[in-house]
């Protein structure tokens, strides 16, 4: 399975201004899920962020949300998006609209990203997880969440293999602006 621009879109997990500081590589997912952001845009592929109980986590972090434009932003209290109601409903018009395959950041890895991609993957949809767009407060974490994220059929890529397989080909004004990014 590879990651197809007309086929695919973005989930953001709450990469939120409370938890991220807390991350062991916060700053390093923060800036591949930034990168992730500008190739969607670029593709039209479309964007879904969500935020864990921002009332007591705060929001979606500036530099990120300025990247995301009109995205639809969901609060939840789910660990994992697929749980929570209204982002079930958003996943399956995707799939529904001929969108059925994931591409997935953010934090925590080993908690709501894990269940839902977990989730995700049950229900049909093709997941490709990005490693290196994720966090976890502690290093064994993350690598076990990708672990049990492989047990569920979850593809675990990093940012410079989705991209590619989103862009399908060289010589476009998009490959020229979005290669430079991975480099």
């Known amino acids: 399975m590879l990651a197809d621009a007309k086929k695919t ?5 709450d990469m939120q201004e409370r938890l991220l500081p807390a991350m062991t590589g916060g700053a390093e997912a923060q800036a591949r899920c930034a990168i ?37 932003v969901f609060e939840k209290l789910s660990f994992s998006c697929w749980r929570d109601k209204a982002l079930k409903d958003h996943m399956i018009a995707h799939h529904e609209a001929g969108r059925p395959l994931v591409i997935l950041a953010g934090i ?45 059929g979850v593809a675990v890529v990093n940012t410079e293999m989705v991209v590619f397989e989103v862009l399908g080909k060289a010589g476009t004004a998009e490959f020229k602006a979005l290669s430079a990014l991975v480099r």
């Open 9 to 13: 879109t973005l989930l953001l997990v």
């Open 36 to 72: 992730l952001l500008k190739a969607a845009k670029a593709l039209e592929v479309p964007v879904t962020l969500s935020e864990q109980y921002p009332k007591g986590l705060g929001h979606t972090v500036p530099m990120l949300k300025e990247e995301t434009g009109n995205a639809p």
């Open 108 to 152: 925590e890895a080993h908690v709501c990203v894990m269940q839902t991609a977990a989730d995700l993957a049950a229900a049909g949809f093709g997941v490709f997880a990005v490693a290196d767009a994720m966090a976890s407060r502690a290093p064994a974490s993350h690598a076990m969440a990708l672990d049990r994220m492989r047990d569920n």
